[in-house]
């Protein structure tokens, strides 16, 4: 049973930058995807990032283009999303989940993800 821990969240300042870490433990399949969401107050849980696990092809929401970047350490069964130049909008708990499969509109759609850690809080000041 894989398992998700994400932390890395914080209060910042609009233009400021956090990187948010996602733990995994237990088995891990080159076929996993491993997404980044997130849910601001009020608001559905939306597609933020993706990243596959085997090969490190990437997948991002139009408003975090040029601004935020996933990575993954394979060593440490570890991914990345750093966050630049956050903006107030950007203010959200950001969860990471895993599915499997390839990039496609279906990796955006969080009901295909079967885990979820449970969340990191991000809030950008103006």
């Known amino acids: 049973q894989v398992q998700l821990v994400e932390s890395g969240g914080g209060l910042v300042q609009t233009g400021g930058s956090l990187r948010l870490s996602c733990a995994i433990s237990?088995?891990?399949?080159?076929?996993?995807?491993i997404g980044w969401f997130r849910r601001a107050p009020e608001r559905e849980r939306t597609f933020v990032a993706a990243i596959t696990w085997g090969g490190g092809d990437v997948m991002y929401t139009d408003s975090v283009k040029g601004r935020f970047t996933i990575s993954k350490d394979n060593a440490n069964n570890t991914v990345y999303l750093q966050l630049n130049s956050l903006k107030p909008e950007d203010t959200a708990a950001y969860y990471c989940?895993?599915?499997?499969?390839?990039?496609?509109?279906?990796?955006?759609?969080?009901?295909?993800?079967?885990?979820w850690g449970q969340g990191t809080q991000v809030t950008v000041s103006s």
């Open positions: 989940g895993m599915t499997t499969g390839r990039l496609s509109i279906a990796t955006k759609v969080p009901r295909a993800y079967t885990n």
């Open positions: 237990g088995r891990i399949h080159p076929t996993y995807i």
